[in-house]
């Protein structure tokens, strides 16, 4: 299993960073990569549903989420790579929900679920609040039917500002939703306008404050550092106007132009490489303001994306879940989830995803079971994305050292000045953490690591 630490330290310069953004995927989301999940492997999927919830470590069962793709939106912004629809009339969201609900109801049964309830559960898209209260309530009584949410400590629901209405805020908290996450992005409506979004500036102010008023235990808020046609000014502006919502957590990314969004398909048609966003030292010292002026309200950067401001309250139980080997039971079309060691993707097209829930299967495209240092290496790697991880915990839990098991990389990141490693916590410093999407392809098997980006 200790392959990489076999391997002599290649210490050194760090790789190039790459100014300018070009098209391509920069966030690391999970591991092995998703290019290596293939059709053939979907048969150990289906074995692994017919097994019982494997034991952690510990002995104990690992928790189980469930996730819920939407896919539906008013519009598709210039810079989203999701799989939605902007075309799609009511008899076929309708449609949709039954199908997702179909879906659930065959998981639902098989041995992998096991006793086990919800332990967190996700509304991501696409856009959740595209539907409407009732649409709402007859996919989630659907699901509380299934697996009961009575045990679920977080209940998560993506939210486009432009579609939560009064009305329709009221019915989401009344369904149990613990966490409205609000897709901001940005509040200048210039920028909105120019990246495709579908709100405005007005839209947000009027959405939060009632999202306060009634009282939603947790509201994040998403920023885009970088988009188009984003200045210093503007930044810093938008920043301002997040710090005096005080949201109880922000998620600000930095932008990327994957192959299948908007921009990359103006860039391909213009014959330019380069895209017309910020450049990658600007975004990650823009990320790096925000970071410093949420702190001065008394905020807390607990990742590479987040700021939290009151950590002892505040959690991100998904996050947490999905990081650390839970299992992740997705429903929807192109949805990605991970039952009993073995990750899956689901039809990434809604007529082949609806057809084949109707025709009785279960939709899923492609699958990969990785073995246990490949387990090993994603979940170190995505445990640094939160700044830090404990070497007792991966020690007892994998039976290595991390220490020993990545030796050769984490040698790397101590050599170039971005390892923080002291006592039971193996980090990265905060110019590490601002780059640590790119950095984090030291520890991919060589295999692996192909096209890594920025």
């Not at 996050?319 to 993707?345: C, K, P, T, W």
């Amino acid at each position: 299993m200790n392959t990489q630490a076999a391997a002599l330290p290649n210490v050194g310069q760090p790789p190039p960073l790459r100014h300018e953004t070009t098209a391509g995927n920069y966030f690391v989301a999970n591991y092995p990569p998703f290019a290596f999940w293939k059709p053939e492997f979907v048969p150990e999927f289906f074995e692994a549903l017919e097994r019982p919830p494997l034991p952690q470590a510990d002995a104990h069962t690992a928790p189980l989420g469930l996730y819920t793709h939407i896919p539906f939106c008013r519009k598709r912004c210039h810079f989203c790579y999701f799989k939605v629809y902007t075309d799609k009339d009511s008899s076929e969201v309708r449609g949709y929900l039954d199908a997702l609900l179909k879906e659930l109801t065959v998981y639902a049964h098989k041995p992998v679920i096991g006793r086990r309830k919800p332990k967190f559960i996700y509304f991501g898209g696409g856009t959740p609040s595209y539907l409407s209260p009732d649409q709402l309530r007859h996919l989630t009584d659907g699901m509380k039917h299934l697996l009961p949410w009575d045990e679920a400590e977080e209940v998560t629901f993506e939210a486009e500002p432009g579609t939560l209405t009064d009305h329709k805020l009221k019915a989401i908290r009344d369904l149990g939703i613990t966490r409205l996450s609000l897709g901001i992005e940005h509040f200048d409506d210039h920028i909105l306008e120019i990246n495709g979004r579908a709100h405005r500036s007005k839209e947000i102010a009027r959405a939060y404050a009632y999202a306060r008023e009634i009282g939603f235990p947790q509201i994040n808020i998403d920023l885009i550092a970088g988009m188009v046609e984003e200045t210093e000014d503007k930044w810093r502006e938008t920043v301002s106007r997040a710090v005096e919502l005080k949201p109880d957590s922000v998620t600000i990314y930095q932008m990327e132009v994957p192959y299948n969004t908007g921009i990359y398909q103006q860039m391909k048609a213009a014959g330019k490489l380069v895209a017309p966003v910020a450049d990658w030292e600007t975004k990650r010292r823009w990320v790096d303001y925000a970071y410093r002026e949420f702190e001065k309200a008394g905020y807390t950067v607990t990742s590479g994306t987040t700021v939290v401001r009151d950590p002892a309250k505040v959690k991100f139980i998904y996050r947490e879940g999905l990081f650390s080997g839970a299992d992740i039971l997705s429903i929807g079309v192109a949805s990605f989830g991970h039952l009993n060691g073995v990750h899956y993707q689901n039809h990434h097209e809604f007529l082949p995803y609806v057809t084949a829930v109707n025709s009785g299967r279960l939709p899923v495209y492609r699958a990969l079971t990785p073995t246990a240092e490949e387990r090993y290496i994603r979940e170190f790697m995505l445990g640094l994305k939160l700044w830090s991880v404990s070497a007792e915990h991966f020690t007892k839990k994998f039976g290595m050292d991390p220490r020993r098991q990545f030796a050769a990389p984490l040698a790397r990141l101590k050599e170039w000045g971005f390892l923080a490693d002291g006592g039971d916590r193996i980090g990265v410093t905060r110019e590490g953490l601002l780059q640590i999407d790119r950095l984090l392809h030291e520890f991919f098997k060589p295999e692996h690591n192909v096209g890594r980006y920025a």
